[in-house]
């Protein structure tokens, strides 16, 4: 992003200067995926793409807000204490809901501001695009207002937004690997006690490389809410017999033991992919460090296959894509990321067959379903910040 030229349209937007500009990431998961509301682990990164924000605290009581990737909604404004969900706001819902915790959170209200928004994160990808305007906007008011609120605490708010304002039950883990990002690491985030720790990601010769189906998906119209509560129901029925608290309490065996309280063939597999993926994702998290990128790749693979025949939230286009990944002896691993049914998969590849394999997966991917795949090289960047 040209600074100046992001500084310019919000001049000519909001007919005022400004010279505070952040950046908020998106994010990736290496594994660990519909882990994060079953008290599970997760291994994600914040990337270099992402949403970048000017601001400026206005005199008055007015918000408003305008994105340069929705320009057809024009400025949105609104009073500082009109903070209800509202369709009629789309997509800066997200903002406002942020706006909302960010006050109970520090017990005061603010005053009236513009703040203009770019992003290139692509649209339903599922690279957390609404996490990391989230994040972003509770960064913002963080440090324009000198509030003092942990990280940790805006991160939770996100998640409250997305549950109780948004209407989507996900997990705490994409706002947390936006807002906790660290620059070439990855975030070894235990769900249940929200301990975690920062580990290198040292791929050797290999890059992570996204490849976008260009197929979005909506987490609200989809059957992520669904997926949540099939877990939940195994839970319940283990719990019955069982003292856990959730399913990332259980080992494989343990599982394994434990299936006849089940005793429903959806619902183990449900309940099957968050235990292994669980343990996946722990033995990832140890490969990875002890320099194995081959056992890495493979539970990366295995990862996919969990997501796509237990837990049954892949796509023909995610399949295709991935499968086509596997084919080449260049790619170590490589998976659907996100919540599923569309958006992107990652692959673990040598940097030096990344043209070919675009190439070569581009072609037959828009040969067999009429569009285009989108790919680009996940840089792992920092959390959100001034720039």
Known sequence: MNK????????????????????????INLIGEHTDYNGGHVFPCAISRGTYGAFKIRDDNQIKLYSENVPSTGILSFDKDDLKFDKKYKWSNYLRGMILEMSKLSGQTFTGFDLYLSGDLPDGAGLSSSASIEM????ILNEEFHLNIEPIEIVKAGKRVENNYIGVNTGIMDQFAVEMGKKNQATFLDTNTMEYKYAPISLGNNIILIMNTNKPHELVNSKYNERRAQCEKAL????????????GDLSVDEFDRLTSLINDEVLIKRARHAVFENQRTIMAKKTLEEGNLIEFGKLVNASHISLQFDYDVSAPELDFLVNEAWKSDKVLGSRMIGGGFGGCAIAIIDKDAVKDLEHSIGSSYKDKFGYAADFYEAQIVDGPHAI
């Open 136 to 139: 972003l906007m509770g960064t």
């Open 236 to 247: 319940e029925l283990i719990r019955k017999k069982v003292n856990i608290d959730s399913l």
């Open 4 to 27: 100046q030229d992001f500084l310019n349209g919000f001049t000519a937007t909001f007919n005022s200067t400004t010279d505070k500009v952040y950046f908020s990431p998106g994010r």
